[in-house]
C-alpha cells in the first residue's frame, strides 16, 4: 500500500470516530437520563399510593375502634388502594396491605372500644396496625434507590 492511501485511510477513520463519539455518548448520556426520570416518578408514585393507603388506613381503623360498620364505603375505599398497590408493589408490601384489611375487617367486626380503652389500646407499645405496612414499604422504596443508584432496570 501506498503511504497517500494509508494517509487518507487513518485520515477517514479518525473523521468518522471523531464524529461517531459525540453520539454515542449523548445516546448513553440521554439514556441515562430516560432511566432516571422513569425511576424518579416510579418511585414518587409508590411514594403518594403507599401514603395514601396510610392515610385512608389509619381513619378507618380510628373509625373501626369507635364505631359500627355503617357504610361499606371505607372498605371498598381500602380493597381499591390494596388493587392499586397489587399493580407494581413487591410481594411483601401487598401481603402487608392485605394483611391490615383483613384486621381493619375484624375490628368493623368487634365491640366498639370505650374512650378509656381507646386511650389503653394506644398506650400500647405494638398498637400501630400499619406499622409493618410502613416497614415494608420503606424497605420496598430504598431498594428502588438503590436499583437506580447502580442503574440497574
Not at 393507603?53 to 373501626?64: D, H, L, N
Not at 381500602?78 to 411483601?92: D, K, P, T
Not at 400499619?130 to 432496570?153: H, I, M, S, T
Request: charged share 25%.
Amino acid at each position: 500500500m501506498d503511504s497517500t492511501l494509508t494517509s487518507i485511510l487513518a485520515a477517514l477513520g479518525g473523521s468518522i470516530i471523531g464524529a461517531s463519539t459525540p453520539v454515542l455518548s449523548n445516546f448513553v448520556l440521554q439514556r441515562s437520563l430516560t432511566q432516571r426520570e422513569l425511576t424518579n416518578r416510579e418511585i414518587a408514585q409508590r411514594e403518594e399510593l403507599y401514603a395514601e393507603f396510610i392515610r385512608q388506613g389509619t381513619a378507618c381503623y380510628a373509625k373501626a375502634l369507635a364505631q359500627n360498620l355503617e357504610k361499606i364505603d371505607d372498605i371498598v375505599a381500602m380493597y381499591a388502594l390494596v388493587n392499586r398497590i397489587r399493580l407494581f408493589a413487591s410481594e411483601g408490601v401487598l401481603e402487608a396491605a392485605e394483611a391490615f384489611v383483613k384486621k381493619l375487617i375484624t375490628k368493623y367486626g368487634e365491640d366498639n372500644m370505650s374512650i378509656e380503652e381507646l386511650k389503653m389500646a394506644a398506650l400500647e407499645q405494638h398498637a400501630d396496625p400499619l406499622n409493618d405496612f410502613a416497614l415494608k414499604c420503606r424497605l420496598e422504596l430504598r431498594q428502588v434507590y438503590e436499583r437506580a443508584a447502580w442503574g440497574k432496570p
